[in-house]
């Protein structure tokens, strides 16, 4: 019986583990935003991109929902991960190194009304930003979002796991 609660209690810790971590699609409450460059741009303009959604962009706004404690996050189908890079390539920003283009579609699970105030509540924030630049931010609360798991298990090539209670070396060496 004790091995039985033993076995439970490892198997809970190891799911935990694997949510944690981005493994396991989650579902729930939260916001979706949808992001679109803007349809017009001010003539004469000479800098075009102004008026589009970049990575830092993305960056910023997945920063303000971590910030506001969503607990699952994805864009454009791409879950976000510890180890997950959102960057600019040529005119597409990669996600998990997949190129998406706009629309971006932003899911967010968690309290929805927290969610929604610390993005659209803060003045002069990333959303009141993009907004000026005449890109189209629509924000919507939703009962049931559904954020994909990770694509892809994580390898590794240089990092092991360390010894437990090991000192590491001084001064490298």
């Known amino acids: 019986e004790a091995a039985g609660r ?16 981005g493994l396991v699609a989650m579902e729930g409450p939260g916001i979706r935003m949808v992001l679109k460059d803007a349809s017009e741009q001010p003539e004469g ?10 990575d830092q962009d993305l960056l910023l706004l997945v920063n303000e929902l971590w910030s506001a404690q969503a ?3 994805s864009v454009n189908g791409q879950r976000l991960v510890a180890g997950t ?3 600019c390539s040529g ?3 990669e996600v998990n190194k997949r190129p998406l283009a706009a629309p971006y579609e932003v899911l967010a699970i968690g309290d929805a009304d927290g969610l929604k105030g610390a993005l659209e509540g803060l003045r002069g ?3 009141d ?25 994580p390898g590794y090539r240089y990092a092991r796991p360390a010894l437990v209670g090991a000192v590491p070396p001084e001064n490298g060496g």
Do not use: C, M, W, Y
């Open 6 to 21: 033993g076995l439970q209690a490892v198997s809970g810790e190891l799911e935990a583990a694997r949510q944690g971590a």
């Open 45 to 54: 303009s000479p800098d075009k991109s102004a008026f589009t959604v970049h």
């Open 71 to 73: 607990e699952a996050v």
């Open 85 to 87: 890079a959102v960057r």
């Open 91 to 93: 005119p597409v920003i």
């Open 125 to 127: 924030g990333i959303v």
């Open 129 to 153: 930003q993009l907004r000026s630049a005449g890109i189209e931010v629509k924000v919507t609360k939703e009962q049931n979002l559904v954020v994909p798991a990770f694509a892809r298990l």
